[in-house]
């Protein structure tokens, strides 16, 4: 990558909160407008930074939810109660404020269109951010490989993009073109569904995911325990480490 490039992602830009959509009670996406984004590869984050009047500043990486466009980025941020950035974004910030970042960030934990393949995305609570990047782009390039998505989330009150991905709030919606998604839930679930709450287990994994003779792609991404947890049952159940990519967002648990 050129110099220029590289010092452009490590320089702190402003961007502009142009509107937010509340996603879940404790989530909203936010999205921003900054004349310097040149769009981002599905699957990065970006550094954002909060700075107070008292000069007090705070930075958190943050996924980009959206699929890539020049001058404008979605993030979905979930509150972690007590938390120093996560509230203030998914309550408090409202349309007009301004806030620094630098990015996009990250270069292994990216699918791009012209990859192809089948691609199974597996997400844990508000890890399923940079995973709707790759489904929405996915999408809109008719992609004819498979991507098929197996979503972690409390409960249904819980879900992320829920009109996208189950307009029904129904647990089992294929609801791309070429894009299946599963979303099934940890606390409590809807009355009609046949599965009891819990965390994943190989006997989802098996039912819900791409098979491993098909070697697909696999990208893992929410809470650190559940990140390794799905690692071990993806491996366990004979997929390739090889193909095998993660993001971890910490230890504090979402899903
Ligand atoms: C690559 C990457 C991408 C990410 N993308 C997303 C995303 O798309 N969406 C998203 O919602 N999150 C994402 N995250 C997580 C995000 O960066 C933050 O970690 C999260 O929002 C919490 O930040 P916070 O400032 O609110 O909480 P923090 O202030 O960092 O605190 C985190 C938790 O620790 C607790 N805590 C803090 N200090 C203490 C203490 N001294 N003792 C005990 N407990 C304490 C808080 O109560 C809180 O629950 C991502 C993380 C990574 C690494």
Known sequence: MARAAILQRLTWVRA????????TPSARTLSFTSPAWAGHRPGQHLDLRLTAPDGYAAHRPYSISSAPTSGRFELTVQKAPGGEVSPFLAEIATPGITVEFRGPLGGWFVW???QRGP???IAGGSGLAPLMSMIRTHRNAGHPDPMRLLYSTRSPTEMLFAQELAPAGQEVRKGFDATEA???FTRSSPPESMR????????DLRRYCLAAVSRPLCYVCGPTPFVEAVVQILVAIGHDPECI????FGSESDE
């Open 119 to 121: 691609v199974q995305l």
């Open 16 to 23: 502009t909160l142009d509107f937010v959509r509340r996603e």
């Open 196 to 203: 009891k709450p819990s965390r994943l287990s190989d006997v």
């Open 112 to 114: 791009a269109p012209d």
């Open 245 to 248: 990519r993660t993001e971890r």
């Open 182 to 184: 599963t979303t099934v």
